[in-house]
Nanobody, 120 residues
Framework: QVQLVESGGGLVQAGGSLRLSCVAS????????MGWYRQAPGKQRDMVAE?????NYADSVKGRFTISRDNAKNTVYLQMNSLKFEDTAVYYC????????????????WGQGTQVTVSS
């Protein structure tokens, strides 16, 4: 089993910054991709940013958000700058990889979510 623990959400004024962190632990052999998704009330969960050997961003956050990862710590970060009211959502960490036990199996795990609220 793979566990994800997120931190860093909170309340911030428009124009401000927040940094989210997500640590993966447990039955992990390798991590292929790490990413952040978000879900606002009444809306579907959408990809915000993903990182493998390259990064991929939703158009709405390009130039404002930066995703990075520390492979030694199985940790992914999301630096969010110039936050807007419409960035308000629950942010979920997502990790895709292979399990450590044999036979190796692919896994995809979700964090519990962290609330980001941007006041206008």
């Amino acid at each position: 089993q793979v566990q994800l623990v997120e931190s860093g959400g909170g309340l911030v004024q428009a124009g401000g910054s927040l940094r989210l962190s997500c640590v993966a632990s447990g039955n992990i052999f390798s991590i292929i991709a790490m990413g952040w998704y978000r879900q606002a009330p009444g809306k579907q969960r959408d990809m915000v940013a993903e990182i493998t050997s390259i990064t991929n961003y939703a158009d709405s956050v390009k130039g404002r958000f930066t995703i990075s990862r520390d492979n030694a710590k199985n940790t992914v970060y999301l630096q969010m700058n110039s936050l807007k009211f419409e960035d308000t959502a629950v942010y979920y960490c997502n990790v895709h990889g292979l399990t450590a036990d044999w036979p190796r199996r692919p896994f995809r795990s979700w964090g519990q979510g962290t609330q980001v609220t941007v006041s206008s």
